[in-house]
């Protein structure tokens, strides 16, 4: 292992953070000591534990549960909450102007050139309803599916409320895609009405959403009716009967209209995940599981409260787009959205973001980490951080390097990097933080209570000390309702392996001191002579050489060894791919990790493909080196990296 799983600790909580923190106040209410405690009750009892969490969380129901968990259909496909009935869009707003805080910021929002806007709980609850009202009357009714092709602007939040709020469901697609990546998402759910903006700034330029929008739709016999936002209030195509201004229609509708009541495991969005190989995967999140589980991973491992301002650099189209808006409303807090990017039109974007805007919680991406870390920290120092109580983290594995160095800059031994991960199918984490909790570098303090989180080995047997597979066994709200319409392609991603056992597909490690470790996703394990490694440990090593700025490592077959390591490296600006260089990283990497592990390749390449998540898609670096077909390409941000790696060198 690398000094990752062995260094130590890094930050601990001062007694006023423990004091304020809302997993204190959990603890208490439920008279239990500690967070490993807590863990072990709620995975021994997790009716127990769910109840105490919806209680603590202030989660309303129109109709009480009878109980909490119905699990008669097997860990697959449980229950959850049956009997109750509720509103995710209620309890986002109408929970909270009832209690009285209708005047409060709900959504802040900045724009790419600078501008800001507002809106209260009041405002966001009128606009949402102006627009349920309108989609009610353009004929979308309960159960049917809406796609939403927008920037992060409020209309992004407003619309996805309106949708749930009438019971609809919606299908999120990322701002940056292409055509078909739009047309596959609303052919898959089979969407009725589309909602897109004529267009959005980004680094300055006009990405031209409705041009992409009209292609998507002629793919999609489904899409009857397009709403348009706009946003820019430029020249678009325009098609009779179909289009509609979004500022038009809700101009005629009422800002009353009752949220409607529905059971907690009404499907409420769709998001769909990119796969190995096929189409994507439609995740189905609930309305009570999605809630539930956004407002309690936010609330209790990142600590957002009703006085705090939640900010995540993501996207609509990735699951931290509707889980940025979910958990701040859901906790009476104010959602901060931005439309642009951490570093323009300076280096110093994001962290002025945070002086302006008063932000207390920020999350980032390793990846957007080592995009700024070229620009030095100056631009950190220029500004006043000192509203920021913690750095959240989620996306993809850490470096040490980049790591450190947010941690030194910004935290300054005073913030918590709140490491956390999942996926979109667990509706948030599986393994995090908590704010009452110490942390090493790149680690997670643990499973997230609620989840019987654990790290198995190639028997399917528990392991500590080792790299294994991260299972979870048993279920949780929140957990997805299947794949929309593929209950097989479900059973067979997740459940095939071991009986009753989800494999997640990534692999963690624990230490000896108990705190845990991701090492990539498993289906991109390396076995180099018999040896298991995952590939962010190679990747790490790399990084660390002050030339890297990023990597990717692959497994290749290899006659003797079964496979080799090839690594793809971007080296930071001014420095030059040399023969030299190439032999120090390979150097570097056997004299780290022993000579059997020494690359077979070295080559340098311009950029790495990764979703809009951040994540680095190994399979597909993999697949286009060896000459194959790299399956779904529709989650990359980038595409042109896929012909970086083919040109390598």
């Given at each position: 292992?690398?000094?990752?799983?062995?260094?130590?600790?890094?930050?601990?909580?001062?007694?006023?953070?423990?004091?304020?923190?809302?997993?204190?106040?959990?603890?208490?209410?439920?008279?239990?000591?500690?967070?490993?405690?807590?863990?072990?009750?709620?995975?021994?009892?997790?009716?127990?534990?769910?109840?105490?969490?919806?209680?603590?969380?202030?989660?309303?129901?129109?109709?009480?549960?009878?109980?909490?968990?119905?699990?008669?259909?097997?860990?697959?496909?449980?229950?959850?909450?049956?009997?109750?009935?509720?509103?995710?869009?209620?309890?986002?707003?109408?929970?909270?102007?009832?209690d009285g805080r209708g005047d409060k910021p709900a959504l802040v929002w900045e724009a790419d050139d600078g501008t800001t806007r507002t809106l209260t709980y009041r405002e966001l609850a009128r606009e949402v309803n102006r627009l349920a009202n309108t989609l009610r009357r353009l004929g979308i009714a309960e159960g049917d599916r809406v796609g939403i092709f927008l920037p992060m602007a409020p209309e992004a939040a407003i619309a996805t409320l309106a949708v749930v709020r009438i019971g609809a469901i919606y299908t999120p697609c990322f701002s940056g895609f292409g055509a078909q990546a739009v047309a596959s998402r609303l052919q898959d759910s089979e969407a009725k009405l589309l909602i897109c903006a004529d267009g959005f700034h980004r680094r300055g330029q006009v990405v031209r959403m409705k041009e992409t929008a009209d292609e998507a739709a002629a793919m999609c016999p489904t899409v009857a009716q397009m709403l348009v936002f706009r946003r820019l209030g430029r020249d678009i195509p325009w098609t009779q009967g179909r289009d509609r201004w979004w500022d038009e229609e809700v101009a005629q509708a009422s800002d009353r209209c009752p949220a409607l009541a529905v059971e907690a495991d009404r499907p409420c969005l769709i998001v769909y995940t990119s796969g190995t190989?096929?189409?994507?995967?439609?995740?189905?999140?609930?309305?009570?599981?999605?809630?539930?589980?956004?407002?309690?991973?936010?609330?209790?491992?990142?600590?957002?409260g009703p006085d705090d301002r939640l900010f995540w650099l993501t996207d609509l189209g990735w699951l931290m787009g509707p889980m940025l808006i979910t958990a701040a409303l859901a906790r009476?807090?104010?959602?901060?959205?931005?439309?642009?990017?951490?570093?323009?039109?300076?280096?110093?974007?994001?962290w002025s973001l945070v002086e302006h805007h008063r932000i207390t919680i920020l999350g980032i991406s390793p990846t957007a980490v080592r995009a700024l870390m070229p620009h030095g920290a100056e631009h950190i120092r220029a500004h006043d951080l000192s509203s920021l109580r913690q750095i959240g983290s989620t996306g993809e594995p850490w470096n040490p390097e980049p790591y450190r160095w947010l941690s030194d800059n910004v935290g300054?031994?005073?913030?918590?990097?709140?490491?956390?991960?999942g996926g979109t199918e667990i509706s948030g984490g599986i393994v995090g933080c908590f704010p009452t909790e110490p942390t090493k570098p790149c680690g997670f303090a643990g499973p997230i209570p609620g989840m019987?989180?654990?790290?198995?080995?190639?028997?399917?047997?528990?392991?500590?000390?080792?790299?294994?597979?991260?299972?979870?066994?048993?279920?949780?709200?929140?957990m997805t309702a299947g794949f929309w319409r593929d209950p097989k392609r479900y059973e067979e991603t997740y459940w095939s392996r071991w009986p009753g056992v989800w494999v997640h597909g990534d692999w963690a490690y624990i230490d000896a001191d108990g705190f845990w470790f991701l090492q990539g996703r498993s289906d991109d394990t390396l076995k180099i002579a018999g040896k298991r490694l995952g590939p962010a440990e190679v990747e790490s090593i790399l990084v660390g050489h002050p030339a890297v700025a990023e990597s990717g490592v692959i497994g290749v077959p290899h006659e003797i060894k079964g496979e080799a390591v090839v690594c793809f490296c971007v080296l930071r600006p001014n420095q030059a791919?040399?023969?030299?260089?190439?032999?120090?990283?390979?150097?570097?990497?056997?004299?780290?990790?022993?000579?059997?592990?020494?690359?077979?390749?070295?080559?340098?390449?311009?950029d790495l493909p990764k979703t809009r998540s951040a994540k680095i898609m190994r399979r597909v670096i993999r697949a286009t080196y060896l000459g194959k077909e790299p399956g779904d390409l529709s989650s990359l941000e980038n595409p042109d990296a896929v012909t970086a790696i083919r040109d390598a060198q």
């Amino acid at each position: 292992m690398t000094d990752t799983a062995t260094s130590e600790i890094i930050w601990r909580p001062s007694p006023e953070v423990i004091e304020r923190a809302q997993i204190t106040r959990l603890l208490r209410a439920t008279g239990v000591k500690d967070v490993a405690a807590l863990h072990r009750r709620s995975v021994d009892d997790p009716e127990w534990y769910w109840d105490a969490v919806v209680r603590d969380l202030g989660i309303r129901w129109t109709r009480p549960y009878t109980r909490v968990l119905d699990d008669s259909r097997g860990p697959m496909w449980p229950t959850w909450f049956p009997g109750g009935q509720l509103n995710f869009a209620d309890n986002c707003l109408d929970r909270h102007l009832d209690d009285g805080r209708g005047d409060k910021p709900a959504l802040v929002w900045e724009a790419d050139d600078g501008t800001t806007r507002t809106l209260t709980y009041r405002e966001l609850a009128r606009e949402v309803n102006r627009l349920a009202n309108t989609l009610r009357r353009l004929g979308i009714a309960e159960g049917d599916r809406v796609g939403i092709f927008l920037p992060m602007a409020p209309e992004a939040a407003i619309a996805t409320l309106a949708v749930v709020r009438i019971g609809a469901i919606y299908t999120p697609c990322f701002s940056g895609f292409g055509a078909q990546a739009v047309a596959s998402r609303l052919q898959d759910s089979e969407a009725k009405l589309l909602i897109c903006a004529d267009g959005f700034h980004r680094r300055g330029q006009v990405v031209r959403m409705k041009e992409t929008a009209d292609e998507a739709a002629a793919m999609c016999p489904t899409v009857a009716q397009m709403l348009v936002f706009r946003r820019l209030g430029r020249d678009i195509p325009w098609t009779q009967g179909r289009d509609r201004w979004w500022d038009e229609e809700v101009a005629q509708a009422s800002d009353r209209c009752p949220a409607l009541a529905v059971e907690a495991d009404r499907p409420c969005l769709i998001v769909y995940t990119s796969g190995t190989t096929g189409r994507p995967k439609g995740a189905v999140l609930t309305q009570g599981g999605f809630l539930i589980k956004a407002a309690h991973d936010f609330g209790y491992c990142h600590d957002v409260g009703p006085d705090d301002r939640l900010f995540w650099l993501t996207d609509l189209g990735w699951l931290m787009g509707p889980m940025l808006i979910t958990a701040a409303l859901a906790r009476g807090a104010t959602a901060v959205m931005f439309e642009g990017v951490q570093d323009y039109p300076k280096p110093d974007r994001l962290w002025s973001l945070v002086e302006h805007h008063r932000i207390t919680i920020l999350g980032i991406s390793p990846t957007a980490v080592r995009a700024l870390m070229p620009h030095g920290a100056e631009h950190i120092r220029a500004h006043d951080l000192s509203s920021l109580r913690q750095i959240g983290s989620t996306g993809e594995p850490w470096n040490p390097e980049p790591y450190r160095w947010l941690s030194d800059n910004v935290g300054g031994g005073r913030l918590q990097i709140g490491n956390y991960t999942g996926g979109t199918e667990i509706s948030g984490g599986i393994v995090g933080c908590f704010p009452t909790e110490p942390t090493k570098p790149c680690g997670f303090a643990g499973p997230i209570p609620g989840m019987a989180a654990d790290v198995f080995d190639e028997d399917g047997r528990p392991v500590r000390g080792q790299v294994g597979e991260l299972v979870i066994t048993k279920p949780w709200p929140g957990m997805t309702a299947g794949f929309w319409r593929d209950p097989k392609r479900y059973e067979e991603t997740y459940w095939s392996r071991w009986p009753g056992v989800w494999v997640h597909g990534d692999w963690a490690y624990i230490d000896a001191d108990g705190f845990w470790f991701l090492q990539g996703r498993s289906d991109d394990t390396l076995k180099i002579a018999g040896k298991r490694l995952g590939p962010a440990e190679v990747e790490s090593i790399l990084v660390g050489h002050p030339a890297v700025a990023e990597s990717g490592v692959i497994g290749v077959p290899h006659e003797i060894k079964g496979e080799a390591v090839v690594c793809f490296c971007v080296l930071r600006p001014n420095q030059a791919p040399t023969e030299k260089l190439r032999g120090e990283l390979g150097d570097r990497v056997a004299q780290q990790m022993g000579k059997a592990l020494k690359p077979e390749r070295v080559l340098f390449v311009r950029d790495l493909p990764k979703t809009r998540s951040a994540k680095i898609m190994r399979r597909v670096i993999r697949a286009t080196y060896l000459g194959k077909e790299p399956g779904d390409l529709s989650s990359l941000e980038n595409p042109d990296a896929v012909t970086a790696i083919r040109d390598a060198q």
